[in-house]
């Protein structure tokens, strides 16, 4: 599978997700993606892409600036 935005090759590997909410924001580590080798865009499959939804919605109401978490961890 080749990158949509500059037709680079994707490779497996675990990055860190960042989400910017009003309130706080939610670093999930190590979270499995595609990433492109040429521009670094990242591809997160809908499983992934389900468990990250889960996870911020479960985290968006903390009264914490700042969460940082694992993926591993976080997912049932």
């Known amino acids: 599978m080749n990158c949509f935005k500059c037709e680079g090759k994707l490779i497996e590997k675990k990055v860190n997700y960042m989400v910017d909410l009003e309130s706080t924001i939610i670093i999930i580590k190590e979270v499995p993606a595609r990433v492109c080798t040429q521009c670094g865009e990242q591809y ?33």
């Open 44 to 76: 997160f499959d809908d499983e992934t892409s389900e468990n990250i939804e889960i996870i911020v919605n479960k985290l968006k109401d903390l009264s914490t600036e700042v969460t940082i978490i694992n993926y591993k961890e976080n997912v049932a």
